[in-house]
């Protein structure tokens, strides 16, 4: 960029801030203390110690659980980790339990750990760092199925998180022609590149039809312009709150296609419902400068969308990640290698949104082929909303949010872009890349639970690949 006569460089970053939980999470476990015998156990020991209270009064906690000037009588439940030290040196006075309430968080996708990370990366904007290591399991179904390669020979980009060298997070979207075409004059014809930029390679996705405030709808626009990403939202919504801005992207739905002709500004991008050519026909006409995107399911046929002129797809799941019954992850690989035997892959710009609920779905979706993400449930998270049963279906699903605040709601969304943008660093950093383009559709960085289990037992006597 250039300034006032001289060259003028701002590298990418995402302002970080506390913004601490507006509503107190449940604690993770109880703390059950049988007070009658801890009575008796003081008292016994004060006949012990000969009446020594230092010593009588010492806690069992050195997290603080009792800390209380009364103690284990009590005891601050939200201090607990559960590790049970108390339980093992008095099992007759206290006992721990995971806590019910804090087991009711999310759902049956959106786990309440996931919860507690999302949560934690909103709250600080830091990435989640666990000092006892990762103890979850190694493999398992969606996402979990698919390990990364972070080689540790891999050195010159392995220190982008800390800015010591700079790694492009920054994706296009738009169309992308393979050839140019020039006159006489040199001037282009034909069709010509048109694509914009945005920093992160997640958009924000349009809220469920139970939450749509206006409110919340704002938080989302202001965050998506601070963070220089797009945010999706319904046209009628956009006009009736007066929403206008580079960075909002106008939903088109069949009911709500009569609102654009209150729409007294151009966007950068429109997203249609479905894929109705004439209609995009008609906006290309009414918005020639705007990138048209068409929301079509996961499993749709792409390639016969881009040869009917589709250059722009955003592949919807349910938030479960699932399509008819198949996981995003499969379906990703299916429509991105489609076009790549088509020869047209670097054409089309692909979006894609469902399932992707932490930080290392976005490197493990665009490895798959995606060029971008829309992120919804995480986002609802961060800003401590709660699901009334499993938060499924976009139409049906019920999300209520607690009373939001502007500037609190803007910085978790922030300090949730910024975690999940270290944590893709981090992914680059270790596989040796410096941009996030060059992520797209390589498979050969990456390796799949079944079909690793497939290569090593398939001639042993029992084996089921659907086990």
């Known amino acids: 960029m250039v300034t006032a006569g001289r060259l003028s460089y701002r590298r990418y970053r995402i302002e970080i801030r506390p913004a601490p939980d507006l509503v107190r999470l449940p604690p993770r476990f109880r703390v059950e203390v049988k007070k009658h015998r801890l009575i008796g156990l003081v008292l016994e020991e004060l006949v012990r110690y000969r009446g020594d209270l230092p010593v009588v009064l010492s806690r069992p906690c050195v997290y603080g659980v009792f800390s209380r000037p009364i103690g284990g009588l009590a005891p601050k439940e939200e201090l607990c980790v559960g590790c049970l030290r108390c339980t093992v040196q008095y099992p007759d006075v206290v006992q721990i339990y995971p806590n019910p309430e804090r087991e009711r968080l999310g759902d049956s996708y959106l786990k309440p750990a996931h919860v507690d990370t999302l949560l934690y990366e909103a709250r600080t904007g830091h990435v989640p760092v666990r000092g006892a290591g990762y103890r979850g399991p190694f493999g398992g179904a969606g996402w979990d199925g698919m390990w990364t390669d972070m080689s540790e020979i891999v050195r010159p980009t392995r220190d982008g998180i800390h800015g010591r060298e700079f790694i492009s997070t920054a994706v296009d979207i738009g169309e992308k022609p393979a050839l140019l075409a020039f006159d006489e004059r040199g001037e282009p014809v034909g069709t010509v590149p048109k694509v914009i930029t945005i920093q992160v390679p997640f958009l924000f996705d349009r809220p469920p039809r139970s939450a749509r405030p206006r409110l919340l709808l704002e938080i989302l626009v202001r965050a998506a312009q601070e963070i220089e990403t797009l945010a999706m939202v319904p046209v009628d919504l956009v006009v009736r709150f007066d929403l206008a801005g580079p960075h909002v992207v106008p939903v088109v739905e069949e009911e709500t296609w009569r609102w654009l002709v209150q729409l007294a500004w151009s966007p950068r991008m429109i997203a249609i419902e479905g894929w109705d050519r004439e209609r995009l026909a008609e906006l290309e006409r009414r918005f020639p400068e705007s990138i048209l995107c068409a929301r079509v399911p996961m499993d749709s046929d792409v390639l016969d969308l881009v040869r009917q002129g589709a250059r ?67 986002l609802w998270v961060a800003l401590q909303a709660r699901f009334a049963g499993e938060c499924r279906n ?29 944590q893709l660093l981090e992914v680059l950093g270790a596989m040796g890349l410096r941009e996030v383009r060059r992520l797209r559709g390589e498979l050969g960085r990456c390796m799949f639970q079944a079909e690793l289990e497939r290569e090593a037992f398939a001639e042993v006597d029992g084996y089921r690949a659907d086990a």
């Not at 722009?312 to 992850?329: E, I």
């Not at 469902?354 to 798959?368: L, N, R, T």
């Open 312 to 378: 722009v797809l955003h592949l919807t799941a349910d938030y479960h990640g699932r399509r008819n019954g198949r996981f995003v992850m499969d379906l990703i690989r299916q429509a991105h290698q489609r076009l790549v035997d088509a020869g047209v892959r670097e054409e089309v710009t692909l979006i894609g949104s469902g399932g992707i609920v932490m930080a290392e779905h976005v490197p493990k979706a665009i490895i798959c082929g995606l060029d971008a993400v829309a992120l919804d449930t995480a």
């Open 394 to 422: 976009p139409e049906t699903a019920l999300v209520s949010f607690p009373r939001l605040e502007p500037a609190w709601g803007i910085q978790r969304l922030k300090n949730l872009a910024a975690s999940w943008r270290d």
